[in-house]
């Protein structure tokens, strides 16, 4: 079984949509998580834009709680998948040595551009990049 944790700062809109779309893809083959860099939305549910664009794609975010990346999740996941080269550098900046090996961007060639702020228009277009790039990380 292949573990994957998703990253972006806050766990508030990418990295939870990421973790929902792959688990998706992968089914009983896989198991994913995703957290943020930040504590400022821990316990809180998916930005409300972020839950209406993934429900446009028949994904069911409600249930999603923020939770903050920790050191256990490092060790836990195969793969960390980075939402864009910010996070990937923090990430690398806490990480082991063994941590750091398995740190990846989400997207290889560009980042995955944070929608926070966006009009609801610019949620959607990220849920479509998100999920048509789990095909990088998944059969």
């Known amino acids: 079984m292949t573990r994957l944790l998703t990253v972006c700062l806050g766990n508030y809109c990418r990295s939870p949509f990421a973790a929902l779309a792959l688990a998706r893809r992968g089914g009983e083959a896989v198991q994913v998580r995703s957290a943020g860099l930040i504590g400022k939305w821990r316990g809180q549910p998916a930005h409300p834009a972020m839950v209406a664009a993934a429900r446009r794609l028949g994904h069911d975010l409600t249930g999603h709680r923020a939770e903050q990346v920790s050191t256990q999740m490092l060790d836990w996941a195969d793969t960390v998948l980075a939402m864009d080269g910010a996070v990937l550098e923090t ?18 060639d560009r980042d995955v551009p944070d929608p926070m702020g966006g009009a609801q228009e610019v ?3 990220c849920v479509v990049l998100i999920e048509a790039a789990t095909a990088l990380h998944l059969p």
């Open 123 to 125: 949620f959607n277009d």
């Open 91 to 108: 990430l690398r900046a806490i990480s082991s040595d063994q941590q750091a090996a398995k740190l990846r961007l989400y997207l290889p």
